[in-house]
């Protein structure tokens, strides 16, 4: 059998108005972030979920509740948090993007890799391949477990992943499909 993921990313944040990458600093979410948590509901009511895993983060706890709360069971998951970046959590963007596509294999100073992200998220790919068997599970996190997803069940490159994200390309849309086999 497989699981069927779809992927969202949490609302937009204070930190993202700001153009900071926040990492592991647990910031809220804005106002535009809060408005996008509650329309998601709206543009994802016909899809139906056994399951909606979060981060702990809480930008993502609070989108994930803004969502889905008192109607799907949601479950919050350290291992869906964002790349730590060590020294560089809640600096501004100018600085870490760009040393983002360097990090796969060496870690942010005081920090992990995005190797590291991948570990984390392989092993929770893991749990779900034991206890989601045939199910719909819904996942709200950040760009990094985002990215694993696309290195791991779409097969690209690290490489290729970071170039086709959305946020470069500007193609938001309301959930990304990984079927987990």
């Known amino acids: 059998m497989s699981i069927k993921i779809t992927y969202f990313v949490h609302g937009t944040t204070t930190d993202n108005e700001k153009e900071i990458s926040s990492g592991w600093s647990d910031v809220e979410l804005s106002e535009l972030g809060i408005k996008q948590s509650i329309d998601l509901w709206d543009q994802t009511k016909d899809t139906s979920f056994d399951v909606v895993f979060c981060s702990d983060l809480k930008r993502a706890v609070k989108s994930a509740e803004l969502t889905f709360k008192n109607k799907v069971e949601i479950i919050q998951d350290e291992r869906l948090r964002e790349c730590n970046y060590g020294e560089f959590n ?92």
């Open 90 to 181: 809640a600096k501004p963007s100018e600085i870490v993007e760009p040393m983002q596509e360097k990090m796969i294999t060496d870690k942010f100073p005081g920090g992990e890799s995005y190797e590291d992200v991948k570990m984390r998220i392989n092993n929770f790919l893991d749990f779900l391949k034991q206890n989601y068997d045939g199910k719909s599970v819904a996942i709200i996190a950040h760009k990094a477990p985002q990215l694993v997803l696309d290195v791991l069940l779409k097969n690209k490159t690290w490489e290729q992943a970071f170039l086709d994200d959305w946020r470069k390309t500007k193609s938001w849309q309301p959930g990304w499909d990984y079927i987990l086999e």
